[in-house]
């Protein structure tokens, strides 16, 4: 759907984006991360053509960004951080205008923005200035000018900025009903945000890949080693001398525990080693009931701040 080559983009001596190769598939809900100055807005503006690359291309569809951009841009709907409102018009205005600066053919428009207002439910404020409306209601007003035209993708830069947590929760379950039909993909320095909607995570620190696979891929291959999380009854001694007999245990690590009469532990096994079986056994033997087991994996902070910091090191 979106194939990247080789794309770089110089500002004089400045590098915002260092020779970056990737692919989104069609149907992908890819979520889109970095720190400040990571170069991710410059790369979104170089995939809708409102910017042109120092260096290589972007393909949409088979289609070059810089070469065929009308083409291009009738594919992809864009919601910047910041959407580009008219706060003067009623909701409605505004997307009439939009669908005529997208060509929206006029036998269509009527049924297109019917279907629009429906998915992204503002058909109650089409007629209010876009100056009175909430924020939540703002960005459903930019969700909907991305929609126009029905493109294949959608590429939104922040969506959720700025809402308090039910406005967040809402438009979160309107992206992931929108990735029934588009590709998207989504920007945000709300991790949960992308840990909840996308499929797929890439990263970019100063210019450049550092990561780029599923949470679930990147959680297992980071994290040095399988973790368990556990909650025993018993002494400490004796449950530290049972789990560190088992073959293949890295470490063990005790802390209190809100239940009385257990300790709450973190075990890291070697390698991908699989231990539930020999850790509820060798507890068995000494004695120590189980209360819960469960796997300990990285979350998306954890593994942003790690790839990040690891490549901030190593320059």
Excluded: W
Excluded at 46 to 62: K, N
């Amino acid at each position: 759907m979106i194939r990247a080559e080789n794309l770089t983009k110089r500002y004089g001596e400045h590098v915002a984006i260092d020779h970056l190769d990737f692919t989104i598939e069609k149907g992908e809900i890819l979520g889109f991360l970095g720190p400040n100055g990571a170069g991710k807005s410059t790369t979104m503006n170089i995939i809708t053509g409102y910017l042109s690359a120092t260096e290589g291309r972007v393909l949409v569809e088979g289609l070059d960004v810089l070469e065929r951009p009308n083409e291009v841009k009738k594919r992809i709907g864009y919601l910047p951080e910041s959407p580009p409102l008219y706060f003067e018009m009623t909701v409605i205005e505004y997307l009439k205008f939009v669908s005529e600066l997208k060509r929206v053919a006029k036998n269509r428009l009527l049924s297109d923005l019917e279907r629009i207002l429906e998915i992204v439910k503002i058909d109650d404020v089409k007629g209010r200035l876009i100056k009175n409306l909430s924020k939540g209601y703002k960005q459903r007003v930019g969700l909907a000018q991305a929609l126009i035209g029905n493109p294949d993708i959608l590429i939104l830069d922040e969506p959720t900025i700025g809402l308090d947590p039910m406005q967040i929760i809402e438009i979160r379950n309107l992206i992931k009903s929108l990735a029934e039909e588009h590709t998207i993909v989504l920007s945000s320095h709300i991790l949960p945000e992308v840990n909840a909607v996308c499929e797929r995570v890439l990263i970019i620190n100063k210019g450049k890949i550092v990561a780029s696979d599923t949470v679930g891929n990147l959680s297992h291959g980071l994290g040095g080693g399988n973790r368990l999380s556990l909650r025993i009854e018993g002494q400490a001694p004796k449950i530290e001398t049972a789990l560190q007999k088992i073959d293949g245990v890295k470490s063990v690590s005790l802390s209190a525990s809100p239940e009385s009469g257990a300790l709450d532990v973190i075990l890291e096994a070697e390698g991908s080693a699989d231990l539930r079986r020999d850790v509820f056994l060798a507890l068995s033997a000494a004695g120590c009931p189980l209360l819960m087991m469960r796997p300990v994996d990285l979350t998306l902070e954890d593994i942003f701040l790690q790839v990040t910091r690891t490549e901030s090191e190593g320059t």
